[in-house]
């Protein structure tokens, strides 16, 4: 089945690194995407890997993916206040069109001083 | 400057009415998309469209409507059919072609019904 776990909430201190972890079910998912979400806001594309990379680095952001655990996980490198937001992890299962993709519920990132 | 534009920002109706929600994107992606987020839930897709004049029920679609007749606009009719419809409405839209398919949101209309 379709389905995308997320931890809902994580506290860091600014200047630390974040780890969010995103778990997924379908082996076979094509693309997985992180979002941000501030409040009241849409959502933005931080970043999104192929199935068939195991990382990805831009800027602060390290995508790992562990295809045989079916694990996603985005690293936030040097914390800062404004990283404080929803993230979303999402998963595309269909390969050759726009289709929908799978979205968990989100982990909120908190940041303290 | 390109991006998806929704509005409005915040909308008010009593219960029975039907409301539009618009979604306009100057991005000139082929597909669109509309999401329903209750708080402390993810994205629930609604419907979705991935060329003109064809679109998609996505997952909860009953008491919804759309309908695509430009390839910029993809506005969302909430009837008063659709048993809960206060939420947060979030459009997006994405480029066909790529392979990543990723989508672009809009900044999302926060729909009140009383």
């Known amino acids: 089945g379709e389905d995308v776990e997320q931890s809902l909430f994580l506290s860091v201190r600014e200047g630390d690194s974040s780890v969010i972890n995103c778990t997924y079910t379908?082996?076979?998912?094509?693309?997985l995407y992180w979002y941000k979400q501030e409040p009241g806001a849409g959502l933005q594309l931080l970043t999104y890997?192929?199935?068939?990379?195991d990382m990805k680095q831009d800027q602060r952001l390290t995508v790992l993916l562990n295809k045989k655990d079916k694990h996603l996980s985005l690293r936030i490198a040097d914390t800062q206040t404004g990283d404080s937001a929803i993230y979303f992890c999402?998963?595309?299962?269909?390969?050759?069109?726009?289709?929908?993709?799978?979205f968990g519920s989100g982990t909120r990132l908190s940041i303290r001083p | 400057d390109g991006g998806i534009t929704q509005s409005p920002k915040y909308l008010f109706r009593k219960e029975g009415q039907n409301v539009t929600l618009s979604c306009e994107q100057n991005?000139?992606?082929?597909?669109m998309y509309w999401y329903r987020q209750d708080p402390g839930q993810g994205l629930r897709l609604i419907y979705y469209?991935?060329?003109?004049?064809?679109?998609q029920k996505g997952d909860i679609a009953e008491g919804y409507s759309v309908s695509r007749e430009k390839k910029e606009s993809f506005p969302l009719t909430v009837t008063s059919a659709q048993k809960n419809p206060t939420a947060f409405y979030l459009c997006?839209?994405?480029?066909?072609?790529?392979?990543?398919?990723?989508?672009?949101f809009g900044p999302g209309t926060r729909l009140t019904v009383t």
């Open positions: 469209s991935q060329i003109v004049n064809d679109f």
């Open positions: 997006a839209s994405s480029p066909s072609g790529t392979g990543s398919y990723e989508q672009y």
């Open positions: 379908d082996s076979s998912s094509t693309y």
């Open positions: 991005l000139n992606h082929d597909a």
């Open positions: 890997i192929f199935s068939n990379m």
């Open positions: 999402a998963e595309r299962l269909d390969p050759s069109s726009a289709s929908k993709i799978i």
